[in-house]
């Protein structure tokens, strides 16, 4: 067996595993406190929109799953949509179809009632006590790690066209370096302003006191300043954008895999694209090829492919578009696209979707160069001693529109993966959800428990997402080195942000990927296109996969600061 870069981590009493050490601290100690895993997960993503503020936002996006020991599964969209002042041809009138930086790619900040949302139907602690941590993080500070000055250097310009931003990412005008203590007060001060106002309630029960802290952000003066603000500087949140907002509750979306049940979120985010890849896969005897040989990797490669096709012209905010979800996940559905897959010879760029939609709009546009590193998110997910699972991907960067000044917040900045184009099933209205790159998912293994898994990486997640589970069901490596093993990713689908680039063809390859492999690859038609050995631009799957005797398992990718704690 190939032996794993870091440690692998088991326990048998509960689990945390997320995209930052700090993060994974952080719901662990509400697990040793007694909390279950909706507690702690809360605890961690919190946690992450402190400690990785570059890449995930508190007043940003927050899709969850939790499956309760005993129950039905769910998903929390934690996803808001379009102000409702929105006109849907400014875009294309004023801006040449883009959807610029700044206030104007604003949709409602879904993430503070999506945490509250999920204490309030499966946790049992207040959210004082669930963002102690971070508070404590903000308000202290912690050293920066490496990743996050890099993340923050690399997008320098853009933190600078804003002083609000300015001054907490480049404090003293200047880069921060790996090491530095990093401090975000005034975003300390607002979640203790929630906590504050959940304790003035507390007399009347622990209900009444979440919902006093959720309308600290929507109703109280978090909200005021963020309103005021966008109405002074030309944005298009109001009042009742705020107000009226309201999380979506669904079931997830499923199909049978390893003996077990693969669970996604749904169509308003690239959940169902995960399950067609895996309906596709499930047609190949992948088990009796060479592990990440040619003959793997291509069909991978191509099944991703096709899924991509049909989410570019067919996926988009279910309230808006009439998505065939059932048939899309559908095993005959699969056997259909399979019929379209060549062994023999890669599409040189994205294939024809499997249901055609008479809505004409420009041609994708066509990447030059290297694709941009996508703006990225974390991930969080934890499970007890009870058997609650908890699956979360919160995300949104602080660098493509304004700080809140005094507050410490970006709100919601994911108006980048919509398009300007009101034509596209994923363009902009009112009230519409942009379609989500974050897709937590689980795995429900034969004896009924959850393996709650994801990863950041924009367009890269579920490609990464496809490859661990195939190393681990499929090929039976141990969880620790089916998160490290090499990974590939295509760029033939249009980008989900903006501006939506494609690169037909481009297959990346981290340089670990065997020379046999990427010639065999090459020699059916792909573009090949190094990675160095370990990138995070592929991908950093965090996982608790169920053991033996009744044990966890957690696996935390090597390729970023991720961290797994158990007991």
């Known amino acids: 067996m190939m032996e794993p870069w870091k440690t692998e981590v088991a326990g048998t009493r509960h689990m945390a595993v997320a995209g930052h050490y700090l993060a994974a601290h952080a719901a662990f100690m509400v697990l040793e406190a007694g909390g279950n895993a909706i507690d702690a997960g809360v605890a961690g993503g919190l946690a992450l929109g402190v400690v990785q503020s570059d890449l995930v936002n508190i007043a940003g996006v927050a899709p969850i799953m939790i499956r309760p020991a005993s129950g039905t599964t769910i998903t929390i969209d934690g996803l808001g949509g379009w102000p409702r002042g929105l006109d849907p041809d400014l875009f294309t009138r004023e801006h040449g179809g883009a959807i610029p930086h700044g206030l104007l790619r604003t949709v409602v900040p879904a993430a503070p009632a999506a945490w509250i949302q999920a204490l309030r139907q499966f946790g049992t602690m207040s959210f004082g006590e669930v963002a102690h941590s971070a508070i404590r993080l903000a308000r202290e500070g912690f050293p920066l790690h490496r990743l996050t000055a890099s993340v923050i250097a690399e997008h320098e310009a853009e933190y600078r066209r804003w002083p609000s931003n300015t001054a907490i990412y480049m404090p003293g005008g200047k880069l921060p370096q790996a090491g530095d203590i990093f401090r975000q007060e005034d975003l300390g001060r607002s979640l203790q302003y929630m906590a504050d106002q959940e304790a003035a309630a507390a007399n009347r029960g622990r209900e009444a006191g979440l919902n006093a802290a959720r309308d600290a952000f929507y109703r109280g003066d978090l909200g005021r300043q963020i309103v005021a603000f966008h109405e002074a500087n030309g944005g298009l949140l109001r009042e009742r954008d705020l107000t009226d907002y309201q999380v979506s509750i669904d079931s997830p979306v499923a199909t ?22 895996i309906n596709l896969l ?94 990225d998110t974390s991930y969080v997910c934890t499970v007890d001693r009870w058997g609650n699972a908890f699956s979360a991907t919160p995300s949104d960067v602080s660098y493509q529109s304004q700080v809140i000044p005094g507050t410490g917040f970006v709100p919601s900045s994911r108006g980048s993966a919509s398009w300007g184009d009101p034509r596209h099933p994923s363009g902009v209205a009112p009230g519409k959800r942009p379609r989500l790159t974050p897709n937590p998912a689980m795995w429900i293994s034969p004896d009924g428990r959850a ?48 501006p939506h680039p494609a690169y037909p063809g481009m297959v990346k390859a981290e340089s670990r990927i065997a020379e046999e492999s990427v010639a065999g690859l090459q020699a059916l038609g792909h573009q090949m296109s190094p990675w160095p050995e370990r990138t995070h631009l592929a991908g950093s799957i965090c996982a608790i996969v169920p053991g033996p005797g009744g044990s966890m398992i957690a696996a935390s990718d090597h390729r970023r600061p991720t961290y797994a704690l158990g007991w």
């Open 282 to 375: 499930k047609g190949f005897d992948l088990g009796g090829l060479t592990h990440n040989g040619p003959e793997h990797l291509h069909l991978v490669i191509e099944s991703i492919k096709l899924a991509f096709a049909d989410r570019e012209h067919l996926f988009g905010d279910p309230r808006f578009v009439d998505v065939p979800v059932d048939r899309l996940i559908s095993t005959a559905y699969a056997d259909e696209r399979r019929a379209m897959l060549r062994r023999d010879r890669a599409y040189p760029d994205l294939p024809p979707p499997g249901l055609q939609r008479a809505v004409a709009r420009e041609p994708a546009l066509v990447g030059a160069g290297d694709p941009p590193p996508p703006p």
């Open 256 to 277: 049978g895999f390893a003996d077990g049940e693969l669970l996604a979120c749904g169509v308003w985010c690239q959940g169902p694209t995960l399950i067609q890849v």
């Open 451 to 498: 393996m709650p898994f994801g990863t950041p990486g924009g367009d890269v997640q579920i490609q990464a997402m496809t490859q661990f589970l195939l190393n681990l069901l499929v090929f039976k490596q141990h969880p620790q080195v089916a998160v490290e093993q090499p990974r590939v990713a295509t760029y033939s689908q249009p980008d989900t942000f903006e």
